[in-house]
């Protein structure tokens, strides 16, 4: 299957498939949170994605959820298919992604354990394909037709859905922060002092590993896109604080996996007409 550029439309359907105008990326923690799925094996013009997407039901709402790192977690951030994954999703119908993701605190007052509905993003990384744009690239290339293409991407996540996961980040309980900075770093290694304290001098928020390229590939498709952060540590002994392990990440994401859950699950049960609003 080849394509040249993305269209408001999905190119590409699973044979068979009702369009599902939300999606979710995460961890294999997520998988349990749907209610009659069914795995849609997708290929795309960019490769396989990172797994199937998985699509069922949260309160009677249609979901589509793929695990970004792959279901055994096979994928290390750099080597994550976003092209493909963004396409799978774009391909079953979806228009609007919420996601969560880890990150690590730059700043002494923002906590392991608390949630940020993130508004802005630093893109730290490098050789990852972020365009499906990929104008004078090598013919017979998918994206390579066509006129050159500027995404705008001065405001990368939804207002709406940010205000939504907020909300019921509130009701559920969940210390949630309504906004804030992530810078995005290639991985797979954690940053180094001067590195950690450079982002901090900046004013920087949070860091992390996944967020770019998923949000400019989300707005280059169309897809409105959101992200709840859960902080998981103090970035590079931040403020005092032992460094950061790969270890003590894992286990602040197990222990809270299902606050994390509980907050989308609600926004979805109770937001689910604001999720998938055209705009």
């Keep these: 299957m080849t394509a040249t550029q993305p269209t408001d439309q999905p190119t590409e359907t699973a044979t068979g498939a009702p369009g599902v105008p939300l999606g979710v990326f995460g961890g294999s923690g997520f998988y349990e949170f749907l209610d009659d799925s069914e795995e849609h094996v ?18 009677g709402n ?7 790192h792959g279901h ?4 290390a951030a750099h080597r994550v298919p976003y092209r493909a994954n963004l396409w799978a999703m774009h391909s079953m119908g979806v228009r609007s992604i919420v996601t969560p993701c880890s990150v690590g605190s730059l700043q002494p007052d923002i906590h392991p354990g608390q ?13 990852r394909p972020d365009t499906f744009h990929d104008v004078g690239g090598p013919a017979g290339e998918p994206g390579t037709g066509g006129p050159v293409h500027h995404q705008s991407f001065a405001d990368p996540y939804d207002p709406v859905l940010r ?5 019921a980040g509130r009701r559920t309980g969940a210390d949630v922060v309504d906004g804030g900075t992530m810078v995005v770093i290639n991985g797979p ?7 950690s304290e450079w982002f901090r001098s900046m004013g920087w ?4 590993m996944t ?10 498709l169309g897809i409105r896109y959101a992200s709840v952060a859960l902080v998981t540590d103090y970035d590079a002994g931040v403020d005092g604080h032992e460094p950061v392990t790969m270890e003590a990440v894992f286990a602040m994401m197990h222990a809270n996996v299902a606050r994390v859950r509980e907050l989308i699950v609600h926004a979805v049960q109770h937001s689910y007409d604001e999720l998938i609003a055209r705009t």
């Design 205 to 208: 928020h949070v860091v992390n």
């Design 163 to 167: 205000a939504n996961l907020v909300l």
């Design 189 to 195: 290694r954690f940053s180094t002092r001067a590195e």
């Design 211 to 220: 967020g770019y390229p998923e949000a400019v590939l989300a707005a280059e």
């Design 72 to 75: 055994q977690h096979q994928f």
């Design 115 to 127: 949630l940020l509905v993130i508004d802005q993003v630093v893109d730290r990384t490098w050789g």
């Design 62 to 68: 249609r979901v589509a959820f793929m695990a970004r």
């Design 42 to 59: 997708v290929d795309t013009p960019y490769g396989w994605p990172a797994g199937p997407v998985v699509v069922g039901s949260v309160a």
